[in-house]
């Protein structure tokens, strides 16, 4: 088994700033990448942010110079520091993995955090 355990989010002011972290945990064998995704109501699922364990980052237009992704390979962490919020970042923020677990076939597989609200309203 594979968790994926998220904090930070809530309520933020316009212009204001939140860190995202998620820890995972469990019989994993391999990480390959580790990151962020969004879901606004009515919208589907978007990318945020990802970050390879060789450290290549991917962002979202929307969010590049405000958002910024890291990782803490040593506890299979990552963490989402998000800047100059906007009201349109208002969303479940899910945090993702792809890796593989320790199986006796070990095939890389995405994973899914259970997701954390981030408003941001005055």
């Known amino acids: 088994q594979v968790q994926l355990v998220e904090s930070g989010g809530g309520l933020v002011q316009p212009g204001g700033s939140q860190r995202l972290s998620c820890a995972a945990s469990?019989?994993?064998?391999?990480?390959?990448?580790m990151g962020w995704y969004r879901q606004a109501p009515g919208k589907q699922r978007e990318l945020v942010a990802t970050?390879?364990?060789?450290?290549?980052?991917n962002y979202a237009d929307s969010v590049k110079g405000r958002f910024t992704i890291s990782r803490d390979n040593a506890n299979n962490t990552v963490y989402l520091q998000m800047d100059s919020l906007k009201p349109e970042d208002t969303a479940v923020y899910y945090c993702y993995l792809h890796a593989s677990p320790r199986a006796f076939w070990p095939t890389p597989t995405d994973y899914w955090g259970q997701g954390t609200q981030v408003t941001v309203s005055s």
């Open positions: 970050m390879t364990s060789a450290g290549s980052t």
């Open positions: 469990g019989s994993i064998l391999s990480i390959y990448a």
